[in-house]
DNA sequence: TAGATTATGCTCAACATGAGCATAAAGGTC
DNA sequence: GACCTTTATGCTCATGTTGAGCATAATCTA
């Protein structure tokens, strides 16, 4: 059995992040690699447009994962190399699902998502002292209040696997909850997928703090709240609005159109595009967002 | 064909990196999955002892290669799942070799790698004057500047893999270049291995400034001179001796023994342990090293 | 006793970051 | 038209971080 390739595609679509999926929603484009594949990112591509008809833009290799073996089953094993790839959504393109469907606690950014997490953190608390022993229980509870930032140790929102992986120890989600038992809210999709998809958002969140990738997933222009809005999307996390502009500023990644935004509320905003060029003109690094690390 | 794992297994001896090799150092352990390894990452450990005799550590994924396909080869392809490892040495091992054997002119902590680097930028220059045209010469050179800290960019010691595969592209490794020509110094390896190690390298030199792993090199007792010896070994930079020890004192990650080095010549310098205990009970941040990025 | 060598404490300037005040420019309401 | 709401935008201030270097301490060797 060869590898299989498999895609989290990701943008963001009125100020919600998406991602593209099949079977209606419970499984994400993939296909195994093939002898007539060039690399493994060309056989991804060709699957990806084949199943869905979109080209990719920016990718880039995940994670890979193995089904663990089973008794008995065949001697062969099925492997998923898994790819990021960040694009924009187009018209009446059917398939995209909102990531915050699949993970609704991580979206930190509305008072639902935080109160979520307030049930998430009583529940993993009786998790807790389910454990044998005296120090497991505590070491249960400290690993809780690290993965979800309590006790006042401030949220991270990189830890996106690490919570969704406490909580299928925990049982509380269907893929490992035993059948009948009440599960968190989120859906959940075929096999391991869920977790491909939170590996992915753990890594999205992660580059958009020192890469320019969040312009991946901007139109050609756009305002500095717009841009604001799809960072604190893909982040969850809101931000300090004056401080982000500030930032956004001296990277000096963006320039004005010229022209400002036509369908505003209050004061008028100039609309900005991102200055392809300086993409290989420039330091690698230098993209730092206002995003900060908690404590 | 079943995917191969391939291990990198690093250790820091006598201030300099090393990794382990097989065949003389043209190989690196490696084996194919099987079906009765329970995860990928035992599939691994498993054939690292089988082969080496050592037991692993620290271990993380780092990148799934494919062989190029092989008009009329077999329709099966290699596939390599690529891993970092952390130890430390043991007496009398053998196979491990200095990765700056690899890669020369990695090590900017000598005065050999910088020179080197002056010679590569002359090479690279040459190369880049043989682009087709004016645009595609202007290009090269950026690329080349960028890559190897040129025109006062500085140097980017996490940019391993980009510097080997532009050297690569320039026919200045033996990997690609013609039978007869001159190449640059250091050893190469067989298939593609040197760049699964420049992977390794460029990984474990970003992870050591946002992850105390560098405490995996480490033995149980070290002076501070001895930790910024080895954080200079591993990212190839040398580093304010004031400034690296206040970070390091205000990460709270080590304590003193209470005993002073034996061997020391100047006056005698304190022993610190590293606290084990704050893994897991910390912030998964809090590492960062005074490396800094370069502008 | 005078270096040489390494360890260690401390200061300073430049810059980055988090928080918030103040003002500007639009539309809508009375 | 006066006034409110809404969003945009400029600016300040305290605090923390970083890069650089001065100064002193404690050991050994010539």
Known sequence: MPPELIAVLIAVSDDRPMVLTLEGGRLLPSGPLEAGHRSLQTGLRLWVEHQTGHALGHVEQLYTFADAPVDGGPDERRVMISYLALTRTRRGERGW???????PWEDQTAPEGRALVQRIARLLDDWAGRAPSAAGQEARRQRVALTFGLDGLGWDDELVLQRYELLWEAALVPESAPPGAPVLPGLSMARDERR??????????????????????????????????TVEAVAGQPMHKQNFRRLVAQ???????????????????????????????????????PLARPI
């Open 251 to 289: 990277q000096d990644l963006i320039e004005e159109t010229g022209e400002v935004a036509p369908d505003t509320r209050g004061r008028p905003a100039r609309l900005f595009r991102f200055r392809r060029e300086v993409i290989g003109a420039r330091r690698i690094a230098g993209s730092k967002l």
């Open 196 to 229: 491909v998809l939170a590996t992915a958002m753990a890594r999205l969140r992660a580059k958009i703090r020192y890469r320019p990738v969040i312009y991946e997933l901007m139109p050609d222009s756009f305002t500095l709240l717009h841009l604001q809005r």
């Open 97 to 103: 699902r909102g990531w915050y469907d699949y993970f």
